[in-house]
């Protein structure tokens, strides 16, 4: 049973940092990219960072470039996107992605259950 995990959401002031974890499962780690996708109330899911299995390749979208920061600890089966200069934009359900294959933005098959970020002006 695949099971992706994320935690680290929560409110934050505008200008502030945060970042999230997301603990994977049942499923070969190293052989899967993994992103982070978030959801806005009144907007379609977005992508938003995305990482290779090997965590070498790296690829971000464009509103979050400098700013956000994805990365991979693959002894501890776990995805990080750690988030610099958060604006009230930033603000939405945050879930974490599994992909057998290398192909940002789009998702895979595996999805976290989301974890809420909030940003405050």
């Known amino acids: 049973q695949v099971q992706l995990v994320e935690s680290g959401g929560g409110l934050v002031e505008s200008g502030g940092s945060l970042g999230l974890s997301c603990v994977v499962s049942?499923?070969?780690?190293?052989?899967?990219?993994m992103g982070w996708f978030r959801h806005a109330a009144g907007k379609e899911r977005e992508f938003v960072a995305g990482?290779?299995?090997?965590?070498?390749?790296?690829h971000y979208a464009d509103s979050v470039k400098d700013r956000f920061t994805i990365a991979r600890d693959n002894a501890k089966n776990t995805v990080f996107l750690q988030m610099n200069s958060l604006k009230p934009w930033d603000t939405a359900v945050y879930y974490c992605?599994?992909?057998?294959?290398?192909?940002?933005?789009?998702?895979?098959?595996?999805w976290g259950q989301g974890t809420q970020v909030t940003v405050s002006s």
């Open positions: 992605n599994a992909n057998q294959f290398w192909q940002p933005p789009s998702p895979g098959a595996y």
């Open positions: 049942g499923l070969s780690f190293t052989r899967h990219a």
């Open positions: 990482i290779s299995g090997s965590g070498l390749a790296t």
